[in-house]
Each structure stands twice: as C-alpha cells, then as structure tokens.
C-alpha cells in the first residue's frame, strides 16, 4: 500500500480564496483524520470521520472551514474564504477499528499570503 | 474522555546519554498506548505500541516504553540517544472500546547535541 496520499504538498494562496486539500485513506481504514499543525497551537484535531460519516468535528475552527468524505478512499479539506492565519502543515491520517495506530499522510504546507 | 500528559515539552540532551520521556494518561478503562515520532520537516510516524501482553514494548531505532497500569504512564526510553534522534515525540491512547480513535499528548520535543 502507498500510504496515506495527501495533495497537494505545498499550496500558496492569496487571501480570500479557496483552498482545497484532498487525501486518499489506507484502503481498508474507515477512521479517517483532519489535523492542523502550527508553532504556536501544536497538533490540532480539525475533524474525523468513521465509515465516511463525520464524527466530531469540535476542533474545525470557524464556519469557512469544511470537510468531505463522498467515499471511502478520498476526503477533502476545504477553506473558503482563506486567512493568512490558516497557514499551517494539514495532516491526514487514516486508522483501522483496531489498535494499530494511525498512518499520517506527508501533510500539505499551506501559506496564505 | 481520556486526556494525555506529556510533561516535558523540551528536553535537550548530549549524544550518547539516556531518555526518558514522560506520558501518563487518565482512562478508567483498558487501553492502547502509542508513541509517534516526528523528525523535522516530516509527518508523525509510529514508533511503538502496546495493546496487551508484556508491558515492556520496543520499537524501532533501540525505543522502548514501559506500561505501568497502576501509575497509568507508558514512559519512552532509549539508553543512548543519537543526534538523529533530535524529534517532536507524541504519546497516544486510544481506549478499547474505539480503538479506531486516538488522543494525542501535547507532544515533547528532544535536541540532542551532538
């Protein structure tokens, strides 16, 4: 298996506009995870889904944020409008029902400028 | 809901000393305990679990940790750190009865000087 596919790895945006994040789960895992990453915050759960249907999503930040997943292999973040305080690493994560831990994808470097 | 504490939040070390990093956690409950590392500039990795069985887990890279039930800690331990070990460390646990999904401590981040 190649992991846990997220793109893309880097994204620069204008304030105001609207950011896509796209990430392809573990085939086979049906918990699939949203973090954020900062300096200042830390690890930040944003959202999780379990067997495509969100679970908690407590930590997503303001209303401009929002999460999909149409199907078990592909979820997106999406921002709409972007901030320059949105800047952070994304991360995706994908577990199993059992204790096996998660698999991180390479994250998504997102800078709003 | 369980909650995880990661008391260092930095440690700086020579190479060749020993590490301990401290995770406890609250949960009534049984368990699964995870530590995950995350060198510079990459993604959170697993490093070791434990789910049952010998308390005592070892990892990759010469990593272990320890289960203490009653202490309710799963402390990581390397007896002679490498400066490739410098890296933000997580512990996590994820109760029984949902597996699937974790908790995360706040994370710990170890600079080992060469």
């Known amino acids: 298996d190649a992991g846990v596919i997220q793109s893309p790895r880097h994204e620069v945006t204008e304030m105001g506009q609207e950011v896509t994040l796209r990430c392809k789960p573990i085939s086979g895992h049906d918990y699939l995870f949203w973090y954020r990453q900062t300096m200042m915050r830390g690890l930040e759960l944003l959202i999780y889904f379990n067997n495509n249907v969100p679970i908690d999503d407590s930590g997503m930040p303001e209303d401009r944020f929002s999460a999909k997943m149409p199907n078990a292999s592909f979820s997106t973040l999406k921002i709409q409008p972007s901030e320059p305080r949105d800047s952070a690493v994304y991360f995706c994560?994908?577990?199993?029902?059992?204790?096996?831990?998660?698999?991180f994808g390479s994250g998504t470097r997102l800078t709003v400028v | 809901a369980q909650s995880v504490s990661q008391h260092n939040h930095h440690v700086i070390l020579s190479e060749a000393a020993s590490l301990e990093l401290g995770c406890n956690y609250s949960y009534g409950g049984t368990v699964n305990l995870f530590w995950y590392v995350q060198y510079p500039g990459q993604h959170l990795q697993l490093l070791l679990k434990?789910?049952?069985?010998?308390?005592l887990v070892k990892g990759i890279k010469g990593f272990e940790a320890e289960f203490i039930k009653s202490k309710f800690s799963f402390n990581l331990r390397k007896p002679s750190v490498q400066w490739s070990d410098t890296a933000e460390y997580f512990c996590a646990v994820s109760p029984n009865t949902n597996a699937g999904k974790s908790t995360f401590g706040d994370g710990t981040t170890l600079t080992v000087k060469p």
């Open positions: 434990y789910f049952s069985g010998d308390p």
């Open positions: 994560a994908s577990s199993g029902g059992d204790p096996q831990g998660y698999t």
